[in-house]
């Protein structure tokens, strides 16, 4: 069975400019088979690059790549309820549902299920594939154990984030906006001011969350490099990148590269390391302990 690297939604809010170079690249250079578009953290950022996604779409699948357009992961009102409609009544493409409301739209269809889907046992991931779900992305905070359970009884294609700040939370109020002593309603997009995410401390002043609009994430980014043989002997075999603000064709390439052994687990994170500006990195929920810590490969190379 082939491997599959995937590109997931961008979730922060990029200036248009940027998301159309970001996709353009991985449509001529990244090794990558999947490419998620859309919206999914705030339906206010959704109207500035909506124009422009037939124009990428087209350019992406004219590379090869799949594409699949996300929802919002949070409906809060009759409006976001309406885009979310729209999408799901899109003919002729595949939708990946990130709320449970975009689930019930898609009832019946082939389509996809988002990380922002709380699939963690089996009875809820054979709901899932009897509605008509081929893909199912997992949550991030679920366990090898866990992983385990579900590939021995999935039928449809299991998804694991193996790169990226992990999303944790979502809420009705805006942190971002908050933070710049601002409502929600008049934010001024102050969360483009953080490509990446905001940054949390404590009040000791260590480093703790990161915050991206209504979003909280994780403060240190997800690497699963040295797990990836061991999700394949799972019979993982789709591996998703969480947009960062850096080089995530280069983080396309250490992947597609380990996956086809060209280099090694040890090669391929000194690689990472340097691309990823010094955000620590961590994979401790895939060992059933806190998420912000290190294990395996990433705790033996010492990063």
């Known amino acids: 069975m082939n491997t599959h690297?995937?590109?997931?939604?961008?979730?922060?809010?990029?200036?248009v400019e940027d998301l159309k170079d970001f996709y353009f690249r991985l449509a001529d250079e990244a090794p990558v088979d999947t490419v998620f578009l859309g919206e999914v953290v705030c339906s206010k950022r959704?109207?500035?690059?909506?124009?422009?996604?037939?124009?990428?779409?087209?350019r992406l699948?004219?590379?090869?790549?799949?594409?699949?357009?996300?929802?919002?992961?949070?409906?809060?009102?009759?409006?976001?309820?309406?885009?979310?409609?729209?999408?799901?009544?899109?003919?002729?493409?595949?939708?990946?549902?990130?709320?449970?409301?975009?689930?019930?739209?898609?009832?019946?269809?082939?389509?996809?299920?988002?990380?922002?889907?709380?699939?963690?046992?089996?009875?809820?991931?054979?709901?899932?594939?009897?509605?008509?779900?081929?893909?199912?992305?997992?949550?991030?905070?679920?366990?090898r154990h866990s992983i385990a359970a579900l590939s021995k009884v999935a039928?449809?294609?299991?998804?694991?984030?193996?790169f990226g700040r992990q999303p944790l939370?979502?809420?009705?109020?805006?942190?971002h906006a908050r933070s710049h002593g601002l409502a929600k309603d008049s934010c001024q997009y102050v969360c483009d001011r953080d490509p990446d995410g905001m940054d949390l401390d404590t009040l000791d002043g260590d480093a703790f969350l990161a915050v991206n609009?209504?979003?909280?994430?994780?403060?240190?980014?997800?690497?699963?490099?040295?797990?990836?043989?061991?999700?394949q002997a799972m019979g993982i075999r789709h591996f998703r990148l969480s947009p960062q603000y850096i080089d995530m064709v280069k983080v396309a390439d250490v992947f597609r590269n380990v996956v086809d052994h060209?280099?090694?687990?040890a090669q391929g994170l000194e690689k990472l390391d340097e691309l990823i500006d010094g955000l620590p990195f961590a994979n401790g929920f895939y060992y059933a302990t806190e998420g912000v810590k290190a294990r395996g490969p990433v705790e033996e190379f010492g990063l």
């Open 262 to 265: 060209q280099i090694d687990i």
């Open 155 to 162: 039928t449809s294609d299991l998804e694991v984030q193996v």
């Open 61 to 143: 699948t004219s590379a090869g790549k799949r594409v699949i357009f996300s929802t919002l992961a949070l409906v809060m009102n009759k409006r976001e309820m309406e885009l979310v409609r729209e999408l799901c009544e899109m003919d002729g493409v595949m939708i990946e549902a990130n709320d449970v409301s975009a689930c019930a739209q898609l009832m019946g269809r082939d389509h996809a299920v988002g990380p922002f889907v709380n699939v963690y046992n089996e009875g809820t991931l054979k709901v899932m594939e009897h509605q008509g779900a081929s893909h199912i992305s997992l949550p991030g905070e679920l366990s």
């Open 46 to 58: 959704q109207p500035f690059f909506a124009p422009h996604l037939p124009e990428v779409a087209e």
């Open 169 to 175: 939370a979502l809420s009705a109020r805006c942190y």
């Open 213 to 231: 609009g209504i979003q909280t994430m994780s403060y240190t980014c997800a690497n699963l490099l040295g797990e990836l043989d061991d999700l």
């Open 5 to 15: 690297i995937n590109m997931g939604p961008v979730l922060f809010n990029w200036p």
